[in-house]
């Protein structure tokens, strides 16, 4: 009787845990691990050619022209990331302290903060499109209102302009995400050690320095590897409002551009190329999976556990 | 509460000038950020309520809000509603899927002890931090292989397998927190497994279904990327992807073009400020430990 029993069990847990892994196996560990794998092979369209090695990564890294399209994308992104990691988390983070006062209507500026992270990517691009049109867009209207003209611009048409306004745009869109994930950490603080810490000091800027970021490191390190994942996979914003070239003239070109121009084509240059393709994701994989690790143990070392 | 109170007596000590000023301070830029939060968003919908000639001369007048024309046009001369339509079947059926999984594969690893249990919550946790985005190509040609790219199904597949690694972090560790008592109680009373699982247990996980539902609600709804490489057939497409149709048609009826911006965004915004509060902690959950 317990041997049937123990048999039935074992039944039913395989019944709970088969179809959910599965579609892991199907959809996720297949895909990932085929990614790495067609990397090392000749592709003539969607056919798989001969097994070529580390070629396609080599025409990515070191063949003209593809090493400078690389490495222009690459520096985009990293351009992004560093912009971000201050405009988008610094100013998350000075937010989510206002809100934490509780000063009168913090529910309502709470939900306003949050409004754009919940709208598409999509939406959002090109809402700012159109704001930004030389022209007619409200941006510049605004600036000529105000008699400062020189300040409006063409700011997506113009190589020196366009990349910035892209990452305000982003930041927009996105700055209530570290500010409400900061304001969770900072909402954990017990009460007690943030009295103790002002009865110490007259000084909120050493509290805020010596106790209350210190105790919002948790929530720091994962808005921030979310970020650095982010910038590296950045595509939807710069693709609707700059398009697949990355335009004017390369400009705010980025990796997800590149990549999916390699892989899937584009209007002007209908080629694609899957080997040199899966090259890129890749290095992009790799790069990011690599630096990710080794930031998350070292933002880890800095956490305080209380 | 006793915290704010606590609080607010420390900066009396201090003087409540120096209170003031500060406080006044942060409110100063909570007011400034809220007006720029909203003010687009507002500019928005304004706009699909005027013609071409009202935009470009008075882009910040309130504007006649019985014009319905540009919606009109929206909803009748366009292919949204079709749109629409796609992205809640799919986005429904998707999380539908993403539960009903994420629920099994989490209550077997949290209420059995059985050889692996730890290994396979790793592996559906790893899938946390693989961009299946860089996967695209092998997705693309397992979907032409399996038939199914320009269908649903090809949606389906990629969210679902998106959504299972936070539902069975979540559900996991929620799944374990329930007292063993309950479930000991019911096998004592000789019900099945199943029965355990279906009318005491999941009863208990709603909290944790409805955080994990929203989590996954927004990127799948919202998701632009994968309709863009997997669906060719306008029928079939999404909000999002069906938006930047629309918008390539339309480019030189502004009033049009923000009705139809105004229209795409509606649905989730009404549903987010009805349930802020549980979007709020759907959506930062997986960045809180």
């Known amino acids: 009787m317990p041997r049937l029993r123990l048999t039935g069990r074992g039944l039913w847990i395989t019944a709970l845990i088969v179809p959910p892994l599965a579609v892991m196996v199907t959809f996720v560990a297949y895909p990932i691990l085929s990614a790495l794998a067609y990397a090392f092979y000749d592709w003539q369209g969607l056919q798989r050619g001969d097994f070529v090695g580390l070629a396609n990564f080599h025409e990515v890294l070191f063949t003209e022209p593809f090493a400078t399209w690389t490495r222009n994308a690459f520096v985009h992104n990293v351009i992004v990331f560093f912009s971000l990691m201050v405009i988008q988390n610094g100013f998350g983070f000075i937010l ?114 010596k106790i209350v970021w210190p105790l919002v490191a948790p929530s720091a390190t994962v808005v921030f590897i979310l970020l650095f994942i982010g910038s590296f996979n950045w595509f939807e914003l710069p693709y609707i409002m700059v398009g697949l070239d990355g335009s004017p003239f390369g400009s705010t070109d980025v990796l997800g551009l590149y990549f999916y121009r390699t892989a899937f084509g584009n209007q002007s240059a209908g080629v694609q190329d899957f080997g040199r393709g899966s090259a890129l994701a890749v290095i992009t994989f790799l790069f990011i999976a690599i630096v990710a690790a080794f930031w998350t143990v070292r933002l880890r070392k800095r956490e305080i556990q209380l | 509460m006793t915290a704010t109170s606590a609080k607010a007596m420390t900066y009396d000590n201090k003087g409540i000038l120096s209170t003031l000023g500060r406080d006044g301070l942060l409110q100063v830029i909570l007011i400034a950020n809220t007006v720029l939060m909203l003010f687009p968003v507002v500019i928005m919908v304004f706009s699909g309520f005027k013609s071409n000639m009202e935009i470009f001369n008075n882009p910040f007048a309130v504007p006649d809000f019985a014009n319905l024309s540009n919606y009109i046009d929206v909803w009748t001369q366009t292919n949204f509603v079709r749109y629409l339509f796609n992205s809640v079947f799919v986005t429904g059926f998707s999380l539908l899927l993403i539960l009903v999984l994420g629920t099994m594969a989490a209550y077997a690893i949290a209420r059995y002890e059985f050889f692996g249990a730890s290994f396979l919550l790793l ?64 096998r004592m009373d000789g019900a099945s497994e199943l029965r355990i699982m279906w009318s005491v247990m999941l009863p208990l996980t709603r909290p944790a279904m409805i955080i994990s539902a929203i989590h996954n609600l927004v990127p799948i709804w919202n998701d632009f990327f994968f309709p863009l490489v997997f669906i060719q057939n306008d029928a079939l497409k999404t909000l999002p992807q069906g938006l930047t149709s629309f918008m390539g048609e339309y480019t030189t009826d502004w009033g049009v073009m923000f009705a139809g911006l105004t229209l795409a965004a509606a649905p989730i915004t009404v549903v987010y400020v009805i349930l802020s509060r549980q979007f709020i902690n759907g959506m930062t959950s997986g960045a809180l430990k």
């Open chain 1, 96 to 209: 989510a302290y206002a809100l934490w006062r509780e000063l009168p209507g913090a529910a309502f500026h709470r939900v306003a903060v949050f409004l754009p992270v919940v709208l598409s990517t999509v939406i959002i691009g090109f809402l700012w499109k159109l704001f930004f049109h030389p022209l007619f867009g409200p941006v510049n209207q605004i600036f000529r209102g105000l008699g400062l003209d020189f300040l409006a611009q063409p700011w997506l048409g113009q190589s020196s302009t366009a990349l910035a306004s892209l990452i305000f745009v982003n930041a927009w869109a996105w700055v209530g995400f570290p500010t409400l994930v900061f304001l969770a950490g900072m909402q954990r603080i017990p009460g007690e050690i943030l009295d103790a810490a002002r009865m110490e000091t007259d000084s909120e800027w050493v509290v805020i320095k």
């Open chain 2, 123 to 186: 592996f559906f946790i790893a899938g946390l931090t693989l961009p299946l985005k860089l996967a695209i190509i092998p997705l693309f040609i397992l979907f032409r292989d399996l038939g199914i790219l320009n269908s649903y199904w090809a949606l389906i597949a990629v969210y679902v397998a998106m959504g299972l690694p936070s539902t069975v972090f979540i559900m996991t560790g929620f799944i374990r927190s329930l007292p063993r008592e309950l479930e000991d109680a019911a």
